[in-house]
Structure formats: C-alpha cells, structure tokens
T-cell receptor, first 115, second 115 residues
C-alpha cells in the first residue's frame, strides 16, 4: 500500500518570505512524486514531478521540490511567496513498479500568504 | 484545466436518484480517472480506465459505476446505493506510454449535492 502524509493543515507565511509545504510518503520500491495546486472550486493544476535523477525539481510559478530518499520526503518550496500563491496544495505518489497508474494523494495543505 | 471538460459544474440530486457526471477530454489520452474530494480528506480514487472498454475499481467504488465506450469520454454514474454522495468530483486523464511517467491532468470538477 502507498500513502502520503501532509502534516500541516495550514501554513501561513508573509509575502516575500520563503515558504515550505511538507510531504512525506510511503511506497514499495521507488516513487514517482507529484505536487498539485487547487484554487477554490477548481480542478487541480500540475506543478511539478520527481521521476529520477536530480533531487531538486523545478516546476511552474517558481516552485521547486526536494526529494529526500532517506527521509522519504518531497517538500515543496518557493524562495519568495506571493499573495497569489494562496491555495490548497496536494502531494501525490505512485510506486514506480506498478500497473496501477492512479495516484495516492495527501489530505492537502492550505497555504495562506499575508500581504 | 486544459482539454478536459466536466459537466455540469453544479448538480443537485434527490435521495434515491441516479445521476451521471460527464467527463470529456480532447488530449488523446488513453487513461482516465475519477476522484472524489471531501474536505480535509484529499482525493480518493473511485474508478480508473487505462484503455477503451476496460476499467478497474479504485478505493471507494461502492455505489458508483462507469463506462468507457469512447477514448474521449468516461462518464460516472452515482447510484442511489452511494450513501453519502455529496462531494466534489474530479476527472483526470493521462497518457499511457510505456516508458514515460504520465502526468495526470484534471478537469474543473462537478460539485454534487444531495437534497
């Protein structure tokens, strides 16, 4: 079985400060990891994914994520937060060696960026 | 939200009624998915289909049914057997190329409310 934990229901950060949204995962074998963002009453938008190779993955809108195999983590980061980054963020995982391509999602973290 | 459309955006159902949610994609993707989103629980997989005329149950398939007669379409029926159908329903699609890690792209969602 695979699972994702997002330990913080909400993260508050001031505009211009760096932000981190935490994610840890559990999966048999090697993982594929994803981050998505959701704005109110909208579908999910893809931000970035880790497949293999460089542990630092760069994505859309200035976001990046760092894969740490020993800590089974895939934290989302941005050097300077914008008010428009305020949204709900989801981490997701899929095991590399599986016929099931559907993702397992975390419960989500609400990011609130204050002006 | 790309080339995935879901309709209607809002749907109201009386107890005991079956309702069908539409999902159409023009991305030429082989795989399609249905997720249910409840507050604080992230997304849970209902059904998925990796190819036309084939589909598999996800983690919470009870009370739901699907069909995949065309590559572009993956409608979801919420039956009267689903005990708590009020939720936000998200459809997604992805490619199914053998060696690539397919990213799932999401539609805008349908909010179903049982009256």
């Amino acid at each position: 079985a695979q699972s994702v934990a997002q330990p913080e229901d909400q993260v508050n950060v001031a505009e211009g400060n760096p932000l981190t949204v935490k994610c840890t995962y559990s999966v048999s074998g090697n993982p594929y990891l994803f981050w998505y963002v959701q704005y109110p009453n909208r579908g999910l938008q893809f931000l970035l994914k880790y497949i293999t190779g460089d542990n630092l993955v760069k994505g859309s809108y200035g976001f990046e994520a760092e894969f740490n195999k020993s800590q089974t983590s895939f934290h989302l980061k941005k050097p300077s937060a914008l008010v428009s980054d305020s949204a709900l963020y989801f981490c997701a995982v899929r095991a590399m060696d599986t016929g099931r391509r559907a993702l397992t999602f975390g419960s989500g973290t609400r990011l609130q960026v204050q002006p | 939200d790309g080339g995935i459309t879901q309709s209607p955006k809002y749907l109201f159902r009386k107890e005991g009624q079956n309702v069908t949610l539409s999902c159409e994609q023009n991305l030429n993707h082989d795989a399609m998915y249905w997720y249910r989103q409840d507050p604080g629980q992230g997304l849970r997989l209902i059904y998925y289909s990796q190819i036309v005329n084939d589909f598999q149950k996800g983690d919470i398939a009870e009370g739901y049914s699907v069909s995949r007669e065309k590559k572009e379409s993956f409608p979801l029926t919420v039956t009267s057997a689903q005990k708590n159908p009020t939720a936000f329903y998200l459809c997604a699609s992805s490619t199914q190329t053998g060696g690539a890690v397919d990213t799932q792209y999401f539609g805008p969602g349908t909010r179903l409310t049982v009256l």
